[in-house]
């Protein structure tokens, strides 16, 4: 499995890697968020899973730094740019304060995307804008789902109301501007040229850039891990450097990660940015402030100096990553194989210590790829004290009804599961290791222990066709007892995977950063056909429409838990 998005070792900051779907924020699919968020190590490694054989060189190694106007510097600032589904603090920046933490280099964390949110909509209505903030923020609330709803879509309106004069449509999740493109590098750096023509300039100018200048940190390190993001952070770049002349500008991140990655990275930032990481962030980051990491490379995460923003969420949310990679690494679009990441879980003993350290934590939220069994087991005989969720396999070990109930004695909540398709054929191409008759059996029997299923599906991959979709629909409807929420993506595929070398294929958007690319599908099924399909079809089907309606709008599996949780 792969999943908000964000990975331990790489944190979203500096780095090449980001934590996590991290965070969660993104459940237009996992597969397509993880390859957005690079999640993962880019260096080859030895394919071994073994704490004590850790091969630090291959570590260090493993990250690349682009540097351009260097000059010593001991104080960095970590921002984490505007937008993403703002419900929780971003894990990555947090992990790598944990690193800076350890080896006492002076650090401060702002998450400027909850900040911005805020700013825009008490500009716009202070005390209607607080009294939204409150309402998400009321765990009473969720039992009225027409309610949530209706202030979630008050606050897009809001936002996308105030981006209009900037030629923009903004909401909680996603920037769009009119003209300019988070995929062409001259569109990034003409928002680099024009600050003031982003949504967001008016939080920079007046409130983020006075606690920049009010502090000695003259390193700047922006966390890029959404397209979402991108704009913004090229547009706020501009700005400080036009304000703050002596500053240091890194920048690293899941999406940077990804665009050094491409075989026609020609540098185009070097301009802009001092300093582009892309490899293990915390060896990177530390590597600029002289420092050699220990053979320890699990930190604690330091959420010090974000859990006091409020973030738009009922209770506190905890993101953690128990490991990188995937323990499984076996399907055909998993980029942790094309990789040839290997696996690296965090001891388990240090993963409950960590998590125990931060209670009263409210709501745990596993950033895992998929957590693994031998974790899960630790978990079920030795519970959290916290309510937690995140991404599993349809592991054999939950076709013990016994052990489902152990789970959710445990805390477990809800379980994110990756069922991808409902026709075999289809599973065995994708090589997903999941058999129907078992994965029927596990859904059954995580209802019975009460434990709530978010059933991810993936729609129009190079193995399915109409048929095989309806198998699918056929598949949830048959199951709509026992899944609470479901997630039905259409397949994009990247355009430099090996999978993309063996299909016809032809530009996804016009963009010299593209990530993706259309494809002649073997089957006639293509993204029109499967579009129609979903939106007058399946999401009508009588048995999975009331499954659709309870999905959180906007926040989707970030919020999901609190419709499930009991007081």
Request: proline share 7%.
């Amino acid at each position: 499995m792969a999943r908000e998005k964000i990975f331990f070792l790489s944190c979203v900051i500096t780095v090449a890697i980001s934590v996590s779907p991290i965070c969660g924020h993104d459940d237009s699919h996992r597969i397509q968020h993880r390859y957005l968020n690079n999640q993962g190590q880019n260096a080859a490694a030895p394919k071994k899973s073994r704490l004590d054989s850790f091969n630090l060189d291959a570590y260090i190694d493993g990250c690349s730094i682009e540097y351009d106007n260097v000059t010593k510097s001991f104080h960095v600032l970590l921002i984490y740019p505007p937008i993403s589904k703002p419900c929780e603090p971003p894990a990555g920046i947090a992990r790598l304060a944990g690193a800076l933490q350890l080896y006492k280099v002076p650090y401060r964390l702002i998450d400027a995307n909850i900040n911005a949110v805020r700013y825009i909509l008490h500009k716009t209505n202070p005390k209607q804008g607080e009294k939204l903030f409150q309402e998400l923020q009321n765990p009473a609330f969720y039992k009225n789902p027409d309610q949530y709803r209706n202030s979630v879509m008050k606050i897009n309106k809001k936002l996308d109301h105030y981006s209009r004069p900037y030629n923009a449509v903004l909401s909680l999740k996603n920037l769009r501007h009119q003209q300019l493109r988070p995929v062409r590098k001259q569109d990034l750096i003409q928002a680099f040229e024009t600050p003031e023509l982003n949504p967001f300039y008016d939080y920079f100018k007046n409130d983020l850039l006075p606690q920049l200048k009010a502090y000695s940190d003259r390193d700047i390190a922006i966390s890029l891990i959404y397209l979402s993001q991108a704009l913004t952070a090229f547009s706020l770049i501009g700005l400080i450097k036009k304000e703050i002349a002596d500053c240091r500008i890194i920048v690293g991140g899941g999406l940077m990660s990804t665009w050094m990655s491409h075989p026609n990275w020609d540098h185009p930032f070097k301009n802009i940015i001092d300093i582009t990481v892309s490899g293990p962030g915390e060896a990177a980051l530390l590597s600029l402030y002289h420092k050699t990491i220990s053979k320890k490379p699990f930190y604690k995460p330091d959420y010090s100096q974000l859990f006091d923003n409020n973030y738009l969420a009922p209770g506190r949310i905890l993101p953690y990553a128990a490991s990188a990679g995937c323990y499984w690494r076996k399907c055909t679009f998993c980029p942790e194989k094309a990789e040839e990441n290997r696996f690296l879980p965090v001891p388990h003993d240090q993963t409950l210590q960590t998590l125990r350290s931060f209670e009263p934590a409210g709501l745990v939220h596993f950033l895992d790829n998929a957590i693994s069994p031998a974790l899960l087991r630790r978990i079920a005989q030795h519970p959290l004290n916290n309510a937690w969720y995140g991404y599993v396999r349809l592991d054999r070990l939950l076709l013990d009804p016994d052990f489902c109930v152990a789970l959710k004695k445990s805390g477990c909540v809800m379980l994110q599961l990756g069922l991808e398709s409902g026709d075999q054929k289809v599973l065995d191409q994708m090589q997903k290791g999941i058999e129907l008759k078992n994965a029927s059996r596990i859904l059954h029997n995580l209802r019975r222990a009460g434990i709530a299923i978010y059933c991810y599906l993936l729609f129009g991959t190079p193995y399915e066709s109409y048929e095989s979709a309806q198998k699918t629909m056929a598949f949830v409807a048959d199951h709509a007892d026992c899944i609470d929420f479901v997630n039905p993506a259409i397949f994009n595929l990247p355009i430099f995977s090996k999978m993309a070398q063996t299909l016809t294929t032809e530009p996804f958007y016009s963009g010299d950063l593209s990530l993706y690319v259309n494809f002649e599908h073997p089957f006639e099924w293509h993204r029109g056909k499967v579009r129609q399909f979903l939106s007058k079809e399946f999401r009508k089907h009588p048995g999975i429409a009331p499954i659709m309606q309870r999905v959180p709008p906007v926040f989707t599996s970030g919020h999901a838990p609190f419709f499930v949780m009991k007081p």
